[in-house]
């Protein structure tokens, strides 16, 4: 054991230095070189301040605004977290109960699947169109707008399955709200 | 739709895998450009090493354990002092004593169980220096105790397995990091931060407060899946956006999980100069492989009834869906990977279980960057043995004698598994200040319990993540398991390699039984589905199965 002592703390330190530093930082070079918005976290900016993420949901409140899926940690982006809770616990079925009768109230439309779980990361920055669609009406009358033209601005938002074979469609909250923010007046 | 998807990815994986195993072979057996030679000769000598010099089974095992406890002093050293060091733009301090000893085993012994969360509790410099170094070094260690316990198996007689310190080099600098940097550029531009600059506060569009959490990421991540280590950067680990944002980026990584694990079926039949070899241990992973992932694809498409219609999307992405989560959860737990792109502790019970199994089973389906292929071996072992018993004649395997020394080990390796889990399960599902981390009541909790041990003497290190892995008890103990299941099959493992390549080598004769063809596959996955599925069975009954059936009968907890 003695006899390999030196290789393992040399090794061990030059492997430090290569992949642990050289590795990283070269990597960390070549990617704001090569795509620095995407390697910087995707970040949507308004007049000089970030108002968020593309790719991180935050939470909507508002009547005329896409809602994204629940978060059991509040779209909390610096400490994310889902439910973990299991297929037969009652608690879940409660929060899911829950979260049915309050979008239905709020839609007045059936609530699909994805609109009444929290996802895994708490951050999921998608929905599924059918809960988009469901929300149309509530969204034109807070904008005073005619729901064909919400329904147009979320299908033109719709992201289909890689190469038809792989995913689920999904339409981005955050973009897709900004995209109606452009098209109609709130 | 969904069988020309699933056999697209498989084309797409063993395809990938069958070339990747021939440039395997030739870093391995040192046919490189005399300029890689160079590079890594002067630094071997640098480092006190002459590589031209062959190590027993036993010099091989113990430069393993320098190695591994000169990584374990510098990370644990390091996660405890990463408040008063550099690249800590966050200022997260430093670690406290049982979650940095955790840390560390859990990155050294390429488990990577994570009972911390990356972006709240570690500094860029710890993730940099401390983490990705383990990532690439223990996968190394890995593939050079898997190449050293073949050429046991293959080689002409001979008393050495080869010099653990060029392998694990060679792994690294030649096949590691390589395809890293290609996967971590990928990344990047899928959307995956790679950047030193610390969180962004952002005033959302309802004036909200945000703050997101970034980093360098891509680069970890790629080593991570590439060498099957699977800690996330973040905490939510493959489902957080960051980690894991298109569906092309899940693709990408969910095939890494399983390419080097895969190759090595191939490169042991190339090592062994016999293809079939390698096509029968495949074969058999395979058949599990496929086999698990039905079940969890068919569940978790199917949902949860309980929650309403359609697929069952508690703890999923919306991108991802069913589907990619049932493939991802089926490798990562295949794999000994343990990254996740969605909660398992919300999977239906039976895709649950099916995860746990292949856990406990020993990582043996693909398993491990090389961990899975000498897992894999241990069965052959006592697969052989079993047909030589059956037909009366000395078993053999690759023209060399299984004698019973080599079971009498097999068996000593094999029950490292039973030990941790089962062992260390028990005193987990009795001890009051263990049980506190218990999240859900009834079966699920004691499948909570399963599942954190199955994964840390697998050296997994994904979790059903309701369970509080943070408390003291278990960051102390599932440390200790996760040593067993690393050097308890290791040690007995290289011994059985030394044992081995002392034999002579038979011709084989119309009396061997034949290693490749669809019999001895069929034997392997029995062997495999006796011995590793059987012993966790009772347990299993009590969690997962006893879930499954009060969930039919319309019970909640």
């Known amino acids: ?186 | 739709m969904t069988f020309i998807a699933y056999g697209l990815y498989f084309a797409a994986l063993t395809g990938l895998a069958w070339a990747l195993a021939a440039a395997m072979q030739r870093v391995f057996d040192g046919r490189l450009p005399s300029g890689m030679l160079r590079v890594e000769t002067a630094l071997l000598r640098g480092a006190g090493v002459d590589p031209a010099r062959g190590m027993t089974w036993l010099g091989y095992g113990m430069a393993v354990l320098a190695f591994n406890l000169a990584g374990f002093v510098l990370l644990y050293t390091l996660l405890r002092l990463q408040g008063a060091l550099p690249l800590n733009p966050d200022g997260i301090g430093g670690m406290s004593a049982d979650l940095a000893f955790n840390t560390a085993v859990s990155f050294v012994t390429n488990t990577n169980w994570q009972a911390y969360s990356g972006e709240a509790q570690l500094s860029y410099l710890s993730q940099m220096a401390g983490l990705t170094v383990q990532n690439f070094v223990s996968a190394g260690t890995g593939m050079a105790v898997a190449v050293a316990i073949v050429r046991g198996f293959v080689a002409p007689k001979g008393t050495t397995l080869g010099n653990f310190w060029l392998d694990m080099m060679r792994s690294v600098l030649w096949i590691l990091l390589p395809l890293s940097i290609v996967l971590a550029l990928f990344l990047a531009a899928q959307g995956v931060p790679q950047t030193l600059l610390g969180a962004v506060t952002a005033t959302g569009v309802e004036g909200g407060e945000q703050i997101i959490a970034r980093g360098p990421a891509a680069a970890q991540i790629a080593i991570k899946q590439l060498g099957t280590n699977g800690g996330g950067f973040f905490g939510v680990n493959s489902a957080h956006p960051f980690e894991n944002p298109t569906v092309a980026s899940n693709l990408a990584q969910c095939l890494s999980i399983l390419l080097i694990p895969v190759s090595f079926c191939f490169l042991f039949g190339r090592m062994a100069g016999d293809r079939r070899q390698g096509w029968a241990i495949f074969a058999t992973m395979a058949i599990l492989f496929v086999a698990g992932l039905g079940v969890v694809h068919a569940y978790e498409v199917a949902g949860n009834p309980a929650l309403g219609l359609g697929e069952n999307m508690e703890g999923k992405e919306q991108r991802f869906g069913a589907m990619l989560s049932a493939l991802w959860a089926t490798s990562t737990t295949a794999a000994s990977n343990g990254a996740v792109n969605a909660m398992h502790d919300s999977f239906m019970p039976l895709s649950g279980m099916v995860t746990m199994v292949l856990m406990q089973i020993g990582e043996v389906v693909f398993g491990g960057v090389g961990a899975g292929l000498y897992g894999m071996l241990l069965y052959v072992v006592l697969a052989v043995f079993l047909a030589g018993l059956m037909v009366g004649r000395t078993p053999e395997y690759l023209g060399r004698k299984i004698e019973s020394r080599e079971v009498t080990l097999a068996v000593l390796a094999f029950l490292s598994m039973p030990l941790g889990i089962l062992v260390g399960g028990a005193i987990a599902a009795t001890v009051p200040q263990a049980l506190a981390a218990v999240q859900d009541p009834g079966p699920h909790g004691l499948s909570e319990i399963l599942y954190a041990y199955s994964s840390a003497t697998g050296n997994n290190g994904s979790a059903f993540g309701g369970w509080g892995a943070a408390l003291p008890w278990h960051t102390t103990a599932l440390g200790v398991v996760m040593l067993i299941g690393r050097y308890a099959i290791i040690l007995p493992m290289l011994a059985i390699a030394g044992s081995m390549i002392r034999k002579p080598k038979a011709a084989a004769t119309s009396g061997t039984f034949p290693t490749h063809g669809p019999l001895f596959v069929t034997l392997l996955i029995l062997t495999v589905l006796i011995l590793g599925a059987l012993t966790f069975f009772p347990v299993l009954a009590l969690g997962p199965i006893a879930e499954e059936t009060a969930r039919l009968a319309g019970q909640s907890f």
């Open chain 1, 1 to 186: 054991m003695l006899t390999h002592l030196r290789p393992a703390l040399s090794l061990t330190l030059l492997f430090t230095l290569l992949t642990g530093l050289a590795y990283p930082l070269a990597m960390t070079g070549a990617a704001q070189a090569l795509f620095s918005d995407a390697a910087n976290g995707s970040l949507i900016e308004r007049d000089g301040t970030a108002i968020g993420s593309s790719l991180i949901a935050q939470g909507f409140a508002g009547a005329g605004y896409l809602q994204p899926r629940a978060s059991a940690s509040g779209w909390n982006a610096a400490g994310t977290g889902a439910s973990n809770l299991g297929p037969t616990s009652a608690a879940l079925i409660a929060q899911v109960a829950e979260r049915r009768a309050a979008f239905e109230a709020l839609n007045g439309a059936p609530a699909p699947i994805d609109a009444v779980t929290a996802s895994g990361s708490g951050l999921d920055p998608h929905i599924s169109p059918e809960n988009a669609l469901a929300q149309v009406s509530r969204i034109a009358a807070a904008r005073n707008a005619d729901p064909a033209a919400v329904r147009a601005v979320i299908e033109a938002a719709v992201e289909r399955p890689l190469l038809g074979l792989y995913g689920l469609p999904v339409v981005n909250v955050l973009r897709t709200n900004l995209a109606l923010d452009a098209a109609l007046a709130l």
